[in-house]
């Protein structure tokens, strides 16, 4: 196994109800990742009302893979993904609601990974 | 880094937010809020177990349990051994009570007052653990309350539908009205048994005369229970000529205007006797040489008769 840097970046466009998911994840057998710090971003100005952003790590965007949450939906970094380790078919999930309609937003994983 | 910057709820279970709050909470109407100040508004809560309010010394405690539901009042004072407590119960099926219980400030454990309603299945005479207690049931046939029992501005109605009508028994102690009794049907009493009047009263005696004394009866006045008034006994002295008052008794007793007697005294002498609207016994027109004089049989009206 070689260790090696993880950069992984995921985008997509909200809905016209300001919800969108977007996720990322290893793309090869026998690849691992072991993310340290997921970047969420979403462009244009703040939402008016409350919007959040909901990160998990692991087969779903469910409770039990749940690591942190932000109302900063436009800009905000957590490293409470590191622990996890993701293999194909494992992703990190960003879930935004209450943002802007049809705005882009995009999940940026760092960290390492192993691969064969 | 400990997670996002601007984290819904931060590390360490601690809200770094302001306040967290639910989709479309608008305060007193919908929604759910939690504040970092401590505040907080929800829509229904339901608590298992006990609710408390208030600092560590003064504070209400609101529980459920098997016994019944009660809350309870500690007032933080010093001498406070117990709490206040309203407490809800069905002791028994079909019964319920509401207890009402003030704190123990130091002066003994005070008496509760319980209200109780419902059927008592297996007695119809109040048997009550607790002195201060009013039963609303129509199967009872008596109340016992074995402590001083006291409404103050209120009033007490009673009704009774049977043929036994409504018995008080005032024990050794009697059944004590310190105001007008009303009976609008009268008042039947059992063969020998009569109304009874108040005790004796001491006159106040004019100058010079007293009591005849020699186990004669010293001279009384009585209030009678028909509002009437009178006197009883011998009294002697000097002067005995007109316009001498011999005697003298409160105002209250008094007739609302004289009146004149007639007194036996020494020897068939006689004497009449002006009881007068002042309270006052004044000789008129008396035999020359008496020495005494009669007072039984007089009485009078009162004023307000």
Known sequence: ?116 | MSGFNNPVVGGNDTLVREAIQSDGFQSGVSGWRIERSGDAEFNDVVVRGTVRTGDSGQYILIESGPDGNRIQFFSGAVQEVAPGVVEVDQPVSGQSTLTVAAPDLGYGNPPALTLTSGPLVSDNNADLSSPYSITMNAEILSLAFSQLFDLISARINLTATGANGINLDGGPGGINASSLITASGGILLPVGEYIKRGGLGTPTFGTGWSAFGGGFQAPRYIEYPDHTAGLIGVATGTPATGGTTILSFPAGLAPAASHTFDAPCNNGKHTQLLVTSAGNVVLQNPDTGITWVSLGNISWPMVGF
């Open chain 1, 1 to 116: 196994m070689t260790q090696v840097q993880l950069r992984a970046v995921g985008s997509g466009t909200l809905d016209g109800s300001g919800s969108g998911t977007v996720r990322v994840g290893p793309l090869g057998h026998g690849v691992t990742w072991l993310p340290k710090v997921a970047s969420i971003r979403m462009a244009g100005d703040p939402p008016p009302t409350a919007a959040t952003c909901y990160v998990y790590a692991g087969v779903m965007a469910t409770d039990a893979y749940f690591c942190d949450a932000t109302y900063d939906v436009n800009n905000d970094s957590t490293d409470r993904v590191s622990g996890s380790e993701l293999r194909l078919g494992q992703y990190v999930f960003a879930v935004w609601s209450g943002g802007t309609p049809g705005a882009d937003v995009t999940l940026i994983v760092t960290g390492d990974q192993e691969v064969p």
